[in-house]
């Protein structure tokens, strides 16, 4: 019987857990989606629930949690996109759908995705900066090193 036993083994030792989990949700906020098996799909929803809702408080220990739990590229990704994104949202942030088993062993499979946000708008820069860069980014004479590798390609003996 599992009275009072508080949440799921998967059949793993607890570092193993930590590392299956902290995987699952990198690449859930990475990718937006993600294919599982049922049980791992329902062990990870709370867990990167907690992390988008911690990320939208924007405290500096929180994030230094956040970041050392998931990879970079996931941590800047739930910064920049999904915590402004879900800013108004109260919960539920991700959603479970239930797919065929896999073919292989017969395991209940399932995608887990995050629920659909509009991405932040980026902001639009003066006119003057623009400008600014458009009349750096013009080149008004070809350099002397741009000359000599045309003069060394244009001629070459066959033999």
């Known amino acids: 019987m599992r009275h009072a036993v508080f949440g799921r083994r998967l059949g793993r030792d607890i570092n193993a857990r930590k590392a299956l989990l902290s995987n699952l949700a990198s690449s859930l906020l990475e990718k937006g989606q993600i ?61 479970i759908i239930k797919l065929n088993t896999r073919l292989g062993d017969r395991a209940p499979m399932a995608r887990l995705e995050l629920m659909e946000y509009e991405k932040p708008k980026q902001v639009i820069k003066s006119k003057q900066y623009t400008k600014k860069i458009q009349a750096k980014s013009k080149v008004s004479k070809p350099s002397k090193a741009l000359k000599e590798t045309k003069v060394t390609k244009t001629k070459t003996k066959k033999k």
């Open 35 to 95: 294919t599982t098996t049922l049980a791992k799909a329902k062990f990870a929803r709370p867990y990167v629930e907690k992390i988008i809702t911690n990320a939208q408080r924007r405290k500096l220990d929180r994030n230094r949690v956040i970041a050392s739990s998931i990879t970079p590229k996931a941590f800047g990704k739930l910064r920049e996109e999904i915590a402004p994104a879900f800013k108004d949202r109260p919960g539920g942030y991700t959603r």
